[in-house]
Nanobody, 116 residues
């Protein structure tokens, strides 16, 4: 069992930056694939990026160069650095974890609003 708690969302102006954090209640070490997804109102949840325990990443093509994922297994925390934010980045951002036995966990989501 794993609990994921996100933080760092909020209101930011276009061109600004935010860093989201996802803290896991248990040790993720290198046993979990971690990721970020987002969902805008009326739209399907979409992949932002995933990272394996070995550090391999897979970004949505449209977000490469602006968003960066990192993980600190000692702190059981995953981060999403978001730069050059655009209004179309407005969404609820969800943290995700998949165990080695393919159990799937989701955070509660954190709202990111990009507006002037």
């Amino acid at each position: 069992q794993l609990q994921l708690v996100e933080s760092g969302g909020g209101l930011v102006q276009p061109g600004g930056s935010l860093r989201l954090s996802c803290a896991a209640s248990g040790s993720i070490f290198s046993s979990y694939v971690m990721g970020w997804y987002r969902q805008a109102p009326g739209k399907q949840r979409e992949l932002v990026v995933v990272v394996t325990g070995g550090g391999s990443t897979n970004y949505a093509d449209s977000l490469k160069g602006r968003f960066t994922i990192s993980r600190d297994n000692a702190k059981n925390t995953v981060y999403l650095q978001m730069n050059s934010l655009k209004p179309e980045d407005t969404a609820v951002y969800y943290c995700n974890a998949v165990s080695s036995s393919y159990e799937v966990y989701w955070g509660q989501g954190t709202q990111v609003t990009v507006s002037s």
